[in-house]
């Protein structure tokens, strides 16, 4: 069982960290020219590995959403907070990505178009650059608004830069105004990720880049350096719908929901394990993990942890209120971190 503590005057220690594995370059010869790992069954974190961990026990781990946005739009304040979160024994940090905003707002969506957001990328360079350990996600990237070599070079030299720290996130979007203001089919975004993103692949992992895609082609090029973990950083497939399943299962190393109750996340949990009776999960990806954003700002008790751990979450990714200035923000990630039992660096 995990063991969180209830309140923030306690703490309690876990397991550091372990450090960063290297991944070992795959080998050449998929569609596209995409490389093409032995398939399996595919399966979610908690249905397998039992033979390491008998009792089926696992660490959660906790990550800081938001970290481009609000107070931390400001330089000062995001690099005080990532400090302390890193600090306060956090395992990642989290950004959000959006090019522009609507205006008027789209209905039902809570971001104003005047709301400061940083570049996800730019974002956590410079947070890279203030800290050593934690590690950096994009929660998530939207895939199709990125042109896919570009995207690859800046996320290959964030992963240098950060020394292997780099989580990407991505997802297909779901702001029609937005992808229309940037040139982009918002009823191919779908399409664009999957060539995008086997496109960065490519890129990434061949001697000799070339591939041939719908939306994009290349061949008889070059871009290094590669990223630090070979053959790609993790990645980690947001979205909600049973094309995002696919998507996760086939191609990413976890999937991520953003603003999930516990039930919610049993709902696409088991989603995501019907999409894995579907389709075949290439060996090399491993077990899917599993991250959420609770809704809301409220820090999860131990109750609440436990519910999601049950449900078949690895990582909780919280937010902090958007009202928080940069002292209160730096005392929120260290009293967090203590509240839920992290052990401080």
Not at 41 to 60: H, Q
Request: aromatic share 6%.
């Amino acid at each position: 069982m995990r063991r969180v503590a209830p309140a923030l005057d306690r703490r309690r220690g876990q397991p550091s960290r372990p450090a960063l594995r290297r991944r070992r370059p795959a080998r050449s010869g998929g569609r596209g020219g995409v490389p093409a790992p032995a398939a399996a069954p595919a399966t979610l974190t908690r249905d397998v590995d039992t033979a390491a961990d008998p009792k089926g026990d696992r660490t959660m781990k906790f990550g800081l959403h938001s970290v481009n946005l609000h107070t931390c739009s400001h330089p000062d304040a995001a690099a005080r907070f990532a400090r302390a979160a890193e600090g306060g024994g956090f395992e990642s940090l989290w950004v959000a990505d959006h090019v522009v905003l609507p205006d008027p707002p789209v209905p039902g969506r809570p971001m104003a178009p005047d709301q400061r957001l940083l570049d996800p990328i730019v974002a956590l360079t410079f947070l890279a650059a203030h800290t050593s350990r934690i590690l950096l996600a994009t929660g998530v990237i939207i895939l199709p608004q990125r042109q896919a070599l570009v995207l690859a070079k800046q996320l290959a030299s964030l992963d240098v830069l950060s020394n292997g720290r780099l989580i990407f996130g991505l997802g297909v979007g779901w702001c029609e105004p937005e992808m229309r203001s940037v040139g982009v089919s918002f009823a191919d975004r779908g399409r664009i990720a999957d060539d995008y993103l086997a496109a960065m692949r490519a890129v990434w992992t061949q001697a000799k880049p070339s591939y041939r895609g719908p939306f994009v082609s290349f061949e008889g090029v070059q871009a290094m350096p590669r990223p630090v973990q070979q053959p790609t950083p993790p990645i980690v497939v947001g979205g909600r719908t049973a094309p995002a399943f696919r998507r996760a299962v086939t191609q990413g190393h976890g999937w991520y929901g953003f603003g999930l109750d516990v039930a919610e996340t049993q709902k696409f949990v088991a989603s995501l394990r019907d999409a894995g009776k579907k389709h075949s999960r290439p060996a090399e990806l491993g077990r899917l993990e599993i991250s959420v954003t609770p809704p809301g700002f409220e820090l999860p008790d131990k109750a609440m942890v436990d519910a999601y751990a049950a449900a078949g979450v690895d990582r909780l990714v919280v937010r902090p209120r958007p009202d928080m200035d940069a002292a209160v923000l730096e005392r929120f990630a260290a009293e967090a971190g203590r509240a839920l039992g992290l052990k401080a660096a």
